[in-house]
């Protein structure tokens, strides 16, 4: 069997404030279910997280993430129901002001994924978090 074509099932999880660090555990799991090293499984972990707790905090309270492997990558993508993301704030290429104790989640997501979409509008938010697993990770799993 070609270890870049297969697939594992998705694991899908609904969220709320109380539910954040079940969604959190879910895509760790999942994660290292792939053989990703450690410090990888932190970097998804810590991106996901960014995006499920800004769909806690901006995105209606409540979201789906979906997380699964296909062709060697893991992918994990955090749906919420909010107003949409303002396009100056999603375009914003530079970190916020140290001194601000907010608006670093975008910022960390782009930095700690291999590969990242946004698609928002008034409907909601979705976010797809993208690692690419090494030729030893692959190996493992």
């Known amino acids: 069997m070609d270890i870049r074509s297969r697939k ?4 899908t999880i609904t969220f709320t404030e109380g539910d954040v660090a079940g969604a959190r555990s879910a895509v760790e799991r999942f994660a290292e279910r ?5 410090e990888r499984v932190t970097d998804l972990v810590l991106a996901a ?6 769909a806690v905090a901006y995105g209606g309270g409540r ?3 979906r997380v699964w492997s296909d ?8 749906r919420d129901f909010g107003p949409g993301i303002p396009l100056d704030r999603l375009n914003r290429g530079h970190p916020p002001r140290y001194e601000l104790a907010g608006g670093w989640g975008i910022w960390l997501i782009r930095r700690l994924a291999d590969k990242v979409a946004f698609t928002t509008g008034p409907g909601g938010t979705a976010v797809r978090i993208a690692m690419t697993l ?8």
Do not use: K, L, T
Request: with cysteine.
């Open 71 to 78: 062709r060697g990558s893991v992918f994990c993508d955090v």
């Open 134 to 141: 090494s030729d030893h990770e692959r190996a493992v799993s």
């Open 8 to 11: 594992e099932e998705a694991s």
């Open 49 to 54: 997280n960014e995006a499920v707790v800004n």
């Open 34 to 38: 792939q053989g990703m090293s450690p």
């Open 63 to 65: 979201g789906v993430v």
